[in-house]
């Protein structure tokens, strides 16, 4: 079982200021470790009530954080959980993930969804297409990703965007591209892209046992559809620990256990008292010796 962390929040006691060293003191510590993944969200404002925090609090842009986190690491695995479909056009994005992962050697996932924090974009001013157009757009997105990191340069035409004449220099490192993960347990759509593009998907916990099974379960037809080995697909978790409040090392080797019998592979934990660096040193020395053998 591999185990990730997400880092979903920045308000850090010490501020504004505090951010840059306590972010490289967390990522450091996750690499030193042993964390498989690391990751953020693509948000411009912080999730209302996540972590007991407001939308005006403090709040990164990922990709930008990302190459920050490349240049401190040089084994674990970098990623955003998961790109909004509708902030940035699929050209310039395609350059933002590759940028990322020529930086850092070759080791990105390419997470994307098709967003849905309607009030971050209509506050920003950022248009909020229907549900359906906002799918069609994440097709769109990941047909231009597997046509450009096919070759060198390609033309692309979609329903909603077109790159006539898109490069890919520098090409990614990672072999044969970034790892395409897409968020979600839509069964009609979200699935059914996982199943067609996709090298991941992700599936957050807070949907409960049965329709996380459920969704695994979907996606398993769908991948029969396109006679492609469901084996093949990398099963993410998105989970929220807090070990400095009722969660527990024994508790969280439990739950990584009735994770793994599901058919996830890949555990990652959201930790509202990261900063604290405990919690990652517990995970280092309690927990991932624990689950390694899983």
């Given at each position: 079982m591999h185990i990730g962390l997400q880092i979903p929040s920045f308000k850090y006691p010490g501020g504004k200021a505090a951010i840059r060293p306590k972010l490289k003191e967390i990522v450091t510590t996750a690499e030193e470790g042993g964390f498989y993944s690391l990751w953020v969200m693509d948000h411009y404002y912080q999730i209302k009530g996540l972590f007991d925090e407001d939308y005006t609090d403090p709040m990164l842009e990922a990709y930008s954080t990302l190459g920050y986190f490349?240049?401190?690491?040089?084994?674990?695995?970098?990623?955003?959980?998961?790109?909004?479909?509708?902030?940035?056009?699929?050209?310039?994005?395609?350059?933002?993930?590759?940028?990322?992962?020529?930086?850092?050697?070759?080791?990105?996932?390419?997470?994307?969804?098709?967003?849905?924090?309607?009030?971050?974009?209509?506050?920003?001013?950022?248009?909020?297409?229907?549900?359906?157009?906002?799918?069609?757009?994440?097709?769109?997105?990941?047909?231009?990703?597997?046509?450009?990191?096919?070759?060198?340069?390609?033309?692309?035409?979609?329903?909603?965007?077109?790159?006539?004449?898109?490069?890919?220099?520098?090409?990614?490192?990672?072999?044969?591209?970034?790892?395409?993960?897409?968020?979600?347990?839509?069964?009609?759509?979200?699935?059914?892209?996982?199943?067609?593009?996709?090298?991941?998907?992700?599936?957050?916990?807070?949907?409960?046992?049965?329709?996380?099974q459920k969704a695994l379960d979907t996606l398993k037809a769908h991948c029969e559809n396109f006679n492609r080995d469901y084996d093949t697909v990398e099963k993410t978790s998105l989970c929220t620990v807090n070990l400095s409040g009722d969660d527990t090392p024994a508790g969280v080797i439990s739950r990584i256990n009735e994770l793994s019998q599901m058919g996830f592979t890949h555990a990652i934990f959201n930790m509202p008292d990261v900063f604290k660096i405990t919690p990652l040193e517990t995970f280092a020395t309690e927990i991932m010796p624990a689950v390694g053998e899983i």
């Amino acid at each position: 079982m591999h185990i990730g962390l997400q880092i979903p929040s920045f308000k850090y006691p010490g501020g504004k200021a505090a951010i840059r060293p306590k972010l490289k003191e967390i990522v450091t510590t996750a690499e030193e470790g042993g964390f498989y993944s690391l990751w953020v969200m693509d948000h411009y404002y912080q999730i209302k009530g996540l972590f007991d925090e407001d939308y005006t609090d403090p709040m990164l842009e990922a990709y930008s954080t990302l190459g920050y986190f490349a240049g401190l690491t040089e084994k674990i695995w970098l990623g955003v959980l998961v790109t909004g479909v509708i902030y940035r056009h699929p050209a310039v994005l395609m350059k933002m993930v590759n940028t990322v992962d020529i930086l850092a050697g070759g080791r990105t996932y390419f997470g994307i969804g098709a967003a849905w924090y309607e009030g971050e974009a209509r506050g920003n001013g950022i248009p909020y297409p229907t549900t359906s157009e906002r799918f069609e757009q994440l097709e769109d997105c990941l047909q231009l990703a597997k046509a450009l990191w096919a070759g060198d340069q390609t033309s692309f035409e979609g329903k909603h965007f077109s790159a006539p004449a898109i490069t890919n220099n520098p090409r990614p490192i990672t072999t044969p591209h970034p790892r395409i993960m897409i968020g979600g347990t839509g069964p009609k759509k979200t699935l059914r892209m996982v199943a067609q593009y996709a090298d991941a998907c992700n599936i957050g916990d807070w949907v409960g046992d049965e329709n996380m099974q459920k969704a695994l379960d979907t996606l398993k037809a769908h991948c029969e559809n396109f006679n492609r080995d469901y084996d093949t697909v990398e099963k993410t978790s998105l989970c929220t620990v807090n070990l400095s409040g009722d969660d527990t090392p024994a508790g969280v080797i439990s739950r990584i256990n009735e994770l793994s019998q599901m058919g996830f592979t890949h555990a990652i934990f959201n930790m509202p008292d990261v900063f604290k660096i405990t919690p990652l040193e517990t995970f280092a020395t309690e927990i991932m010796p624990a689950v390694g053998e899983i």
